[in-house]
């Protein structure tokens, strides 16, 4: 699978000081991430005062660049790969979205990985209506990827991680509030529910199935 990766998640995982674990993982299953070039400005690899804005904490930061230095940058390659995405008229999908969809659509076993369920939704509705084929992409969300770190990691680091960093995001705050190693089953249970809730909304779209993708919750 070509992984390609939003901004938000490769945030959203830094700053849980996740994002090299899930680096290794996917690499170790024989995937490949692309990102989008914005990443580096939109971080402030360069950019201390931004990178401050984004970042809680210097390591976090430092997840990123060397990431970076991993991963290959997401490049729509054709024309009319472009022409397509740029008929594309959608506020709930910005440049970046935009960018990962064309090299989705020109990819044979793409993976598209995003934190903003909007922008999922926005997908489901170009592909509903046939503006869009997608059907041969695998959709993984922010969830998707906690799943996947509890299934490979150490479960109490992962929950150690993540707890200390509440603020992150609002969905993954609620589904880990109070976990333990005791009580991961409702943590995976938690995540589930909004992945499952986001595949009712979007029957035009194939999600994630992680016995599919080389690992298995047990």
Same mark, same amino acid.
């Given at each position: 699978?070509?992984?390609?990766?939003?901004?938000?998640?490769?945030?959203?995982?830094?700053?849980?000081? *996740?994002?090299?674990?899930?680096?290794?993982?996917? %690499?170790? *299953?024989?995937?490949?991430?692309?990102?989008?070039?914005?990443?580096?400005?939109?971080?402030?690899?360069?950019?201390?005062?931004?990178?401050?804005?984004?970042?809680t904490s210097?390591?976090?930061?430092?997840?990123?660049?060397?990431?970076?230095?991993?991963?290959?940058?997401?490049?729509?390659?054709?024309?009319? %790969?472009?022409?397509?995405?740029?008929?594309?008229?959608?506020?709930?999908?910005?440049?970046?979205?935009? %960018?990962?969809?064309?090299?989705?659509?020109?990819?044979?076993?793409?993976?598209?990985?995003?934190?903003?369920?909007?922008?999922?939704?926005?997908?489901?509705?170009?592909?509903?209506?046939?503006? *869009?084929?997608?059907?041969?992409?695998?959709?993984?969300?922010?969830?998707?990827?906690?799943?996947?770190?509890?299934?490979?990691?150490?479960?109490?680091?992962?929950?150690?991680r993540i707890?200390?960093?509440?603020?992150?995001?609002?969905?993954?705050?609620?589904?880990?509030?109070?976990? %333990?190693?005791?009580?991961?089953?409702?943590?995976?249970?938690?995540?589930?529910?909004?992945?499952?809730?986001?595949?009712?909304?979007?029957?035009?779209?194939?999600?994630?199935? *992680?016995?599919?993708?080389?690992?298995?919750?047990?």
């Amino acid at each position: 699978m070509f992984l390609y990766v939003d901004n938000d998640v490769v945030i959203k995982l830094a700053e849980y000081e *996740l994002l090299l674990s899930l680096y290794d993982i996917v %690499t170790m *299953l024989g995937h490949n991430i692309h990102v989008l070039e914005s990443l580096p400005y939109v971080v402030g690899v360069n950019n201390p005062d931004r990178a401050n804005k984004i970042f809680t904490s210097a390591s976090s930061l430092e997840q990123v660049r060397q990431f970076l230095s991993m991963v290959q940058p997401a490049r729509i390659m054709r024309a009319s %790969t472009l022409q397509i995405i740029n008929s594309i008229d959608e506020p709930n999908l910005d440049e970046g979205e935009l %960018t990962l969809i064309g090299c989705a659509i020109e990819s044979a076993e793409p993976g598209f990985c995003s934190g903003d369920k909007r922008a999922i939704r926005a997908v489901n509705k170009l592909v509903s209506t046939q503006t *869009l084929t997608f059907h041969h992409c695998i959709i993984i969300i922010l969830e998707h990827t906690l799943k996947i770190l509890i299934n490979a990691m150490d479960i109490g680091d992962v929950f150690e991680r993540i707890l200390r960093k509440p603020d992150v995001d609002k969905a993954v705050k609620l589904c880990f509030q109070g976990a %333990t190693t005791d009580t991961v089953v409702h943590v995976i249970s938690a995540l589930e529910s909004y992945i499952n809730d986001l595949k009712k909304k979007c029957p035009s779209l194939t999600f994630l199935e *992680l016995d599919s993708f080389g690992c298995r919750y047990n």
